[in-house]
């Protein structure tokens, strides 16, 4: 239940385009819960949380979802709340946290988890990697907030002109080797590539394709996916229009 996205412009053919694509422009498997193209609109919104940090903390996947579902159409209405920010619940936050979401997102800037879907102090564990690329750190990451943390929910965020995956598609078209380690994204990237669409539409379709490539990949973890099996987890993918602000899950 999330909106739509588009791709945007193509990385300059430029070895210094390139990386400026890449860094500043960044910014499946039976077990997954298909939930539908976009955010319902007709969902109630959730609740207002109390104030307690750990009051009213989703316990299921599906009740993750409606409270991202319900923060995005705040963010996108400009009717932001910017929950739990008090200083009680900064007090309470010394002694524990409870997120209920784990998002892995681009690293982006203008996608910042917590904005997107107006949540506050210690609701979302945010894993940020351009293109959301895996590596043994972000899956350690992952692996923290599912078996230490329970959270109940991951979420694989991927958004409109993402420069990693423009700065991947480009590469692969041209042949041209990306600076340093921007490198390794490209080739992380480079089996999502949709060699079917041309110009902008690939990048797009590749946006899409290399989302869900991630939730797929994390799913298939025996241990995140021994706790799918058991009902307790729910690996969603998802995207980020930054036309309209709206995020739409991937089937």
């Known amino acids: 239940m999330y909106p ?8 300059s053919p430029s070895r210094r ?3 400026r694509a890449a860094v500043a422009g960044s ?34 996947p599906e009740e993750a979802l409606r409270r991202l579902a319900a923060g995005n159409r705040r963010w ?3 009717r932001q709340e910017h929950p739990r920010e008090s200083p009680s619940v900064r007090l309470e936050l010394t002694r524990a946290q409870h997120p209920f979401a784990i998002v892995l997102g681009c690293v982006d800037s203008r996608v910042p988890p917590e ?11 945010t894993v940020r990697s351009a293109g959301e690329v895996l590596d043994e750190a972000v899956l350690g990451s992952i692996a923290y907030g599912v078996l230490e943390l329970q959270i109940p929910l991951v979420l694989v965020l991927g958004h409109q002109s993402c420069g990693a995956v423009g700065a991947a598609v480009h590469a692969d078209e041209t042949g041209e080797r990306l600076p ?25 379709a590749t946006i899409d394709a290399q989302a869900r490539r ?11 996916a021994g706790r799918i099996a058991a009902g ?18 991937l089937a």
């Not at 739509?4 to 990385?11: C, D, G, W």
């Not at 904005?115 to 564990?125: A, S, T, Y």
């Not at 991630?214 to 995140?224: F, K, N, Q, V």
């Open 4 to 11: 739509n996205m588009q791709t945007a412009n193509a990385p």
């Open 17 to 19: 385009g390139l990386l």
């Open 27 to 60: 910014a499946a498997v039976g077990s997954v819960l298909t939930l539908g193209s976009a955010f319902p609109a007709s969902a109630a919104p959730a609740p207002a949380p109390a104030e307690s940090e750990a009051a009213g903390r989703p316990a299921s």
């Open 76 to 78: 996108r209405s400009c």
């Open 115 to 125: 904005l997107v879907f107006d949540q506050g102090l210690g609701d979302l564990l």
């Open 180 to 204: 340093a380690h921007i490198q390794y994204l490209a080739d992380q990237i480079r089996p999502c590539i949709d060699r079917s669409q041309h110009g902008d539409a690939r990048v797009d």
């Open 214 to 224: 991630t939730r797929g990949r994390l799913a298939a973890e025996p241990d995140i």
């Open 232 to 249: 307790k987890l729910v690996v969603a993918a998802a995207r980020y229009e930054l036309r309209d602000q709206r995020v739409r899950t």
